[in-house]
Antibody
Framework: QVQLQQSGAELVKPGSSVKISCKAS????????MHWIKQQPGNGLEWIGW????????KYNQKFNGKATLTADKSSSTAYMQLSSLTSEDSAVYFC?????????WGQGVMVTVSS | NTVMTQSPTSMFISVGDRVTMNCKAS??????VDWYQQKTGQSPKLLIY???NRYTGVPDRFTGSGSGTDFTLTISNMQAEDLAVYYC?????????FGGGTKLELK
């Protein structure tokens, strides 16, 4: 069965970077886009971008250019998102989701807390 | 960016009610709209894709309709397990954009 297992919660300092992971299983990792979505506490959902692990192509929401960097490791079927120059506005839960056009499978989410 | 405006933002409902919620796009998105359900503390789940197609395993009390700029999600016989926040998402344009959500609460 398709599963997306995300890494654990992160507590990070302002100005630093963090890299979170999303390990896929149960399907051919290189055949589907992987999307990333942000959800701030008590708020709605915001689309960050996607990566196609088959060739590494990416597409970002312009708002996250320079903030988020998406990569994928085919050998371990794992997608990554690095967030840089963190501020309190980056404190949120971050989801990965497989795309077939629609987002049919989601990871459990990673809570990133930015605090000194 | 394409703005997706959901209404109402919250609804107080009873089990057995017929529930209708709306999503309006700021420009024509065709039928490239999904609906997602998010229960407290959980990841969103795909309910409806392509505006009107029920995803695998979704009960038939959930119905999506619409095209262009106006979309509707209807729950025909509300169950307690349907208490959640519902989001629409357009994927016709980049960036993909979500609506702000409609929260269903018990009366």
């Amino acid at each position: 069965q398709v599963q997306l297992q995300q890494s654990g919660a992160e507590l990070v300092k302002p100005g630093s970077s963090v890299k979170i992971s999303c390990k896929a299983s149960g399907y051919t990792f290189t055949s589907y886009d992987m999307h990333w979505i942000k959800q701030q506490p008590g708020n709605g959902l915001e689309w960050i971008g996607w990566i196609y692990p088959g060739n590494g192509n990416t597409k970002y929401n312009q708002k996250f250019n320079g903030k988020a960097t998406l990569t994928a490791d085919k050998s371990s079927s794992t997608a990554y998102m690095q967030l840089s120059s963190l501020t309190s506005e980056d404190s949120a839960v971050y989801f990965c989701a497989r795309s077939t056009g629609s987002l049919d499978y989601w990871g459990q989410g990673v809570m990133v807390t930015v605090s000194s | 960016n394409t703005v997706m405006t959901q209404s109402p933002t919250s609804m107080f409902i009873s089990v057995g009610d017929r529930v209708t919620m709306n999503c309006k796009a700021s420009q024509n998105v065709g039928t490239n709209v999904d609906w997602y359900q998010q229960k407290t503390g959980q990841s969103p789940k795909l309910l409806i894709y392509g505006a009107s197609n029920r995803y695998t395993g979704v009960p038939d009390r959930f119905t999506g309709s619409g095209s262009g700029t106006d979309f509707t999600l209807t729950i025909s016989n509300m169950q307690a397990e349907d208490l959640a926040v519902y989001y629409c998402l357009q994927y016709n344009y980049n960036p993909r954009t979500f609506g702000g959500g409609t929260k269903l609460e018990l009366k």
